[in-house]
């Protein structure tokens, strides 16, 4: 009887043994389980966390550099500057504009940090007739203004009494007006040069009537009009080349090559902005002259002076 009960005491205690271990394998099993995957989570967060790390590396360490333009060529050559610039840590954001007032005023209010549309004798004409406080920073491009046919197409059988469209601004006018002496049409008091406007035509031997708009607007009118006298951006805006559209242009070793070369502009008190004078050196490199001179084929030529 003894023995009978030994054996069965025996045979509980491998049996509890048994149960023991195996409940202990599978808690282990369990617990390996939670771990593997706790781990997992850690290094899917951390991967991830580094991504956000390096893309906020990659942009968000740039310097942003605001500017206004015109369409063309303006904005064009600067979204070829772009790469350029962030390689070097900036961050080009264009504004375009289709006039020649908004980019000169959100420069002098301050939302904008520079402009790139104008020429000199314009910026000097706008900053006296507004009494805005604007600064050229940098030269760059130069583009031939023409003379385009409308309803008629030669200059030298021009019609009495005529239209010819041309734009308003003092300065573009006063470069209409050049050009078309230029190409005896009419004839300018001495001396008017820059500051022409047509009080100062002396001789309009074909009673020409000149039709003045905003420059933007001068294309637009040319299937009105005898001929207009349309700036080169806005020419290449509406599809035309001084170069090879126009009857006759601006040559590139004019004096207005040298007077009406566009530039970038800042408000006063700006002119150290490290962003700009980025922008300034990028466009004058020899990888902007190059596409300039590509893709506009004599319609824009880059600035030597």
Do not use: W
């Amino acid at each position: 009887m003894m023995k009978k009960a030994l054996a069965l005491i025996l045979t509980a205690s491998l049996l509890t043994g048994v149960l023991t271990a195996c409940g202990s394998s599978e808690a282990q099993t369990d617990a390996a389980e939670t771990t593997t995957e706790e781990a997992a989570a850690e290094e899917t967060a951390a991967a991830e966390e580094t991504a956000d790390t390096d893309a906020q590396a990659e942009t968000g360490d740039l310097q942003v550099i605001t500017v206004a333009a015109t369409a063309v060529p303006h904005a064009e050559i600067l979204e070829a500057a772009k790469p350029i610039l962030a390689e070097q840590g900036y961050d080009l954001q264009v504004t375009v504009f289709d006039d020649y007032v908004q980019p000169n005023e959100v420069v002098e209010a301050g939302d904008i940090d520079c402009n790139y549309f104008q020429h000199i004798p314009y910026l000097n004409s706008y900053n006296e007739e507004r009494g805005t406080h604007l600064v050229s920073v940098g030269e760059i491009h130069y583009e031939p203004i023409g003379i385009y046919a409308g309803t008629e197409s030669d200059l030298s059988n021009i019609s009495d009494g005529a239209d010819i469209a041309i734009p308003n601004d003092t300065t573009n006018e006063a470069r209409a007006l050049l050009i078309l002496q230029d190409n005896g049409i009419i004839t300018l008091k001495e001396g008017a040069g820059i500051d022409a406007t047509i009080n100062d035509i002396a001789e309009n031997p074909h009673n020409i009537n000149f039709v003045e708009m905003e420059a933007a607007q001068v294309s637009k009118v040319l299937s009105e009009v005898a001929f207009a006298v349309i700036n080169g951006n806005y020419a290449l805006d509406a599809g035309l080349n001084a170069q090879t559209d126009a009857l006759a242009s601006e040559t590139s070793d004019s004096l207005a090559a040298q007077t009406y070369v566009n530039v970038v502009v800042v408000k006063e008190g700006n002119e150290d902005n490290e962003g700009v004078k980025a922008l300034v050196n990028v466009l004058k490199s020899d990888d902007i002259k190059k596409f300039i001179e590509e893709t506009y084929e004599g319609a824009v030529v880059p600035f030597e002076g």
